[in-house]
């Protein structure tokens, strides 16, 4: 089946920096993937997705790219604030089942 | 407009125990889909009802069930609780059952089994 992994577990930048966050995943079939944000005790909430029809998304301070040949794909987040801080989840689904299969996450950590 | 409300917000239950938690989807989503999240991990998939029907299951024991009523809300049952259930269930709604369209998530409801 398919499986997601994510890297780095921990990330931690200077408040103004970039971030970057990489997932790969095993099933070539898969056509969406999105990224949660979720903060302490809250609930995951969606961020950004891209299907596999697009290489590049841009929502102003995210952008997620796509490389289906190599079967990764990342997270961007530029002018980082301390708002920034939560652990951030990748996810990967072939649409044609029900399931969204989940990265272990990424905790963020944006330091002033 | 409301969005995924799940009920209660916190449990306590004992080993061998079952417990029924409660999801109301957002209003005109028809499909709404079951995880468990264990701290520190990523949500793991526990099934997914859509139109009443169950429309995917994930690897978990058969004392996991549910349910989706008419108006779309759902209930998630877990018979004879082990220690090991403790986590934050989450219920997650779309407008249709294809995987590949945006989840939008309830706040969870945190077992804890003694």
């Known amino acids: 089946g398919e499986n997601v992994e994510q890297h780095p577990s921990t990330l931690s930048v200077q408040e103004g920096d970039s971030a970057v966050i990489k997932c790969t995943y095993s099933d070539s079939a898969s056509n969406y993937f999105p990224w949660y944000k979720q903060e302490l005790g809250k609930r995951p909430q969606l961020i950004i997705d891209?299907?596999?029809n697009v290489g590049e998304k841009k929502d102003q301070r995210i952008a997620v790219t796509l490389n289906k040949t190599a079967k990764h794909f990342s997270l961007h987040i530029t002018e980082t604030q301390p708002e920034d801080s939560a652990v951030y989840f990748c996810?990967?689904?072939?649409?044609?089942?029900?399931?969204?299969?989940w990265g272990a996450g990424t905790k963020l950590i944006i330091k002033p | 407009d409301a969005g995924v409300t799940q009920s209660p917000t916190h449990l306590i239950k004992t080993r061998g125990q079952h417990v029924t938690l409660r999801c109301s989807p957002i209003?005109?989503?028809?499909?709404v889909s079951w995880y468990q999240q264990v701290l520190g991990q990523g949500p793991q998939f526990i099934f997914q009802y859509y139109e009443k029907e169950e429309r995917g299951r994930g690897n978990f024991p058969d004392r996991f069930s549910a349910r989706q009523f008419p108006n779309y809300s759902s209930e998630l049952n877990v018979n004879a609780l082990l220690l090991g259930d403790s986590a934050l269930y989450l219920c997650?709604?779309?407008?249709?059952?294809?995987?590949?369209?945006?989840?939008?998530f309830g706040d969870g409801t945190r077992l804890s089994i003694l």
């Open positions: 891209i299907r596999s």
């Open positions: 997650a709604s779309s407008g249709t059952p294809n995987s590949n369209q945006p989840q939008h």
């Open positions: 996810a990967a689904s072939k649409g044609s089942n029900y399931q969204l299969i």
């Open positions: 209003s005109g989503h028809k499909s």
